[in-house]
């Protein structure tokens, strides 16, 4: 998969998807990450790419030259525009695994209060927001995003965990999970889970996510229900 991030930030990338899984994904070539700065596609020499609002208001937009220039260089074809603002679809592990099937992802990271309309109107494919509450831009949203996509990507996850059994793939929260020592300080591992019964295990397993979705995401169980 290829993904193109434009920021004003770019040295935020550096670090978040440098290290573990997602470093591991780009090194073997699974993932060519590339971040751009969106300076990079001004024309004046202030490398202007934010200006007032029309009508008056707080706060600054991104202008809509530098974003056209940008999007024009970097998209192709296959390419899924996104742009990561509060006002976009809630991110899920349903939008991760959606995305997770594309060739291209191209990011752009808000900044300031937002970007000009006709550049979002005429670029975007996809606006995606990862919480209700305001960041001071987009690129903590674009770094997330961009993890939980590339871990669904074939072959970057080893067996540290099966994408297959794991929260929301099946609709339902983790199951507990215990390692050794089967005793920690007179706190035992349920029996069930020593017995090597893995009929019994897996009965369990589904028992306790069930139990625990119920008790702290019951929202999850009416989706599950309503996905029939
Ligand atoms: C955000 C979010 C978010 C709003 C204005 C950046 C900020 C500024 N993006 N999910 N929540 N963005 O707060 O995606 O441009």
């Known amino acids: 998969m290829k993904i193109d991030v434009l920021t004003l930030f770019p040295g935020m990338f550096a670090g978040p998807l ?38 008056g208001g707080p706060g600054m937009l991104l202008k809509p030259e530098p974003l056209f220039k940008a ?19 809630l991110f ?8 997770a099937r594309e ?17 979002r109107a005429s670029l975007v494919h996809d606006e995606l927001s990862i919480g209700d509450y305001v960041l001071t831009n987009g690129n903590l949203p674009a770094m997330v995003i961009i993890d939980a996509v590339t871990r669904l990507l074939p072959g970057v996850l080893g067996d540290e965990s099966s994408s297959a059994d794991e929260s929301f793939s ?6 507990p999970h215990y390692t050794r020592p089967a005793d920690f300080q007179g706190m ?41």
């Open 170 to 175: 099946d609709g339902l929260l983790e199951y």
């Open 188 to 228: 035992k591992v349920p029996e069930v889970l020593l017995s090597g019964h893995h009929e019994a295990i897996a009965k369990w397993r589904l028992e306790q996510a069930k139990r625990r979705t119920a008790e702290r995401r019951p929202d999850l169980l009416e989706n599950k229900n309503q996905a029939g």
């Open 18 to 55: 440098d290290e573990s899984i997602v470093q591991r994904a780009r090194s073997s070539g699974v993932l060519d990450l590339r971040v751009h700065n969106l300076r990079d596609y001004t024309e004046d020499r202030h490398k202007t790419v934010d200006d007032r609002p029309f009508g």
């Open 71 to 89: 999007v024009q260089a970097l998209a192709g074809q296959g390419t899924r525009v996104i742009l990561l603002s509060p006002a976009g679809r």
């Open 92 to 99: 899920s592990q349903g939008i991760a695994r959606e995305l």
């Open 103 to 119: 060739e291209h992802l191209l990011f752009i990271c808000g900044s300031y209060e937002g970007v000009d309309e006709r550049a």
